[in-house]
T-cell receptor, first 112, second 113 residues
């Protein structure tokens, strides 16, 4: 079972920041938070991951709360091409825990 | 560089037939994963290879499903006696090692009539 909870859907206006929340209250100390997205009819695309510090790359920023029980993915200037299903995944790296467990994700729609 | 590739992109077969789906991982990636995605659902794990060996096959639904990776690079997912319920998108992912980020291919859409 997925260890994360995400809203089913969200809308955001083009050009604005899209903030996607994720709850992972049962996360353990050696588990990372990963974000992927899936644009219609494509394979999942890696976005970003983090352990406890905030992370930023060319696609997005990841903000993890101090207690690590929740996180927010931020797309700073959303475009129509960011319309996709976004998956927040908690992943451990111990033996046997390499697989990704996907939930239902958040369907993000960017509106013109 | 080249990403994960999967062939065919689409496969239509009849109930009871045998199918093979191929995955070419990113060059140098030692870990390879297969997932299955049914309509409207997130991907579900099937099997994971570290090198040539299947390190975790706990997600394979039954013994009609089998996967190989004989030389530690290309992998083939084999499905015997296909059933209509096997219709799904089959996704392959690879990573440098088991601890690294997984990168996905475009998937193979399997339709069993």
């Amino acid at each position: 079972d997925a260890k994360t909870t995400q809203p089913t859907s969200m809308d955001c206006a083009e050009g604005r920041a899209a903030n996607l929340p994720c709850n992972h209250s049962t996360i353990s100390g050696n588990e990372y938070v990963y974000w992927y997205r899936q644009i219609h009819s494509q394979g999942p695309q890696y976005i970003i991951h983090g352990l406890k510090n905030n992370e930023t790359n060319e696609m997005a920023s990841l903000i993890i709360t101090e207690d690590r029980k929740s996180s927010t993915l931020i797309l700073p200037h959303a475009t129509l091409r960011d319309t996709a299903v976004y998956y927040c995944i908690v992943r451990g790296l111990i033996q046997g825990a390499q697989k990704l467990v996907f939930g239902q994700g958040t369907r993000l729609t960017i509106n013109p | 560089g080249a990403g994960v590739s999967q062939t065919p992109s689409n496969k239509v077969t009849e109930k009871g037939k045998y199918v093979e789906l191929r995955c070419d991982p990113i060059s140098g990636h030692t870990a390879l994963y297969w997932y299955r995605q049914s309509l409207g659902q997130g991907p579900e794990f099937l099997i994971y290879f570290q090198g040539t060996g299947a390190a975790d096959d706990s997600g394979l639904p039954n013994d009609r499903f089998f996967a190989v990776r004989p030389e530690g690079s290309v992998s083939t997912l084999k499905i015997q006696r296909t059933e209509r319920g096997d219709s799904a998108v089959y996704l392959c992912a690879s990573s440098i090692t088991r601890a690294d980020t997984q990168y996905f291919g475009p998937g193979t859409r399997l339709t069993v009539l």
